[in-house]
């Protein structure tokens, strides 16, 4: 479910719903997804019975680490909707540790996404959710900053 407020963006339904948790980490800048509590399986997208050992045991949240790779992309060219961006856009669906895979904007800078690129997200703090779409992490961006570190400790 969605609503459209008055930020003319539209965002999830965030509050009292069972993915409470994910949105109260993206608002944090961490990724947080459910795991079984009886066999530790990743239960993404969040469902009532774990899908590896079938029981319906409850999950423990837990930080994921925030980078991963494109599994596939589309670009999209009509507008569905009055408050989605302008259009064309990209739109990646990306593996994280664990194989989840969850879907988000791409943002590489007029660049396409390509299958197996490294990324790492973006989070857009938003009146009520921070939504989080997926960028580039480019090694050069990293290492130079590292460099600067080194020499601006
Ligand atoms: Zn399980």
């Known amino acids: 479910m969605v609503d459209l407020v008055p930020t003319t963006r539209l965002l999830p339904t965030v509050a009292g719903t069972a993915i409470e948790p994910f949105w109260a980490a993206t608002a944090q800048e961490r990724l947080c997804f459910p795991f079984c509590e009886c066999c530790a399986a990743v239960r993404w997208p969040l469902r009532g019975a774990c899908p590896h050992c079938h029981r319906p045991t409850p999950v423990r949240w837990q930080d994921v680490e925030p980078t991963g790779r494109v599994v596939s992309h589309t670009r999209v060219h009509r507008r569905f909707h009055p408050a989605i961006p ?10 994280l540790a664990h194989g989840i895979r969850i879907v988000g904007g791409f943002d590489g800078g007029g660049e396409p996404p390509r ?23 480019r090694p050069e961006v990293a290492q130079a900053a590292a460099e600067d570190r080194e020499v601006n400790p």
């Open 115 to 137: 299958v197996g690129q490294a990324v790492r997200p973006r989070f857009e703090h938003l009146p009520t959710a921070t939504l989080v779409s997926w960028q580039p992490r």
């Open 86 to 95: 302008e259009v064309p856009y990209w739109i990646a669906l990306v593996e």
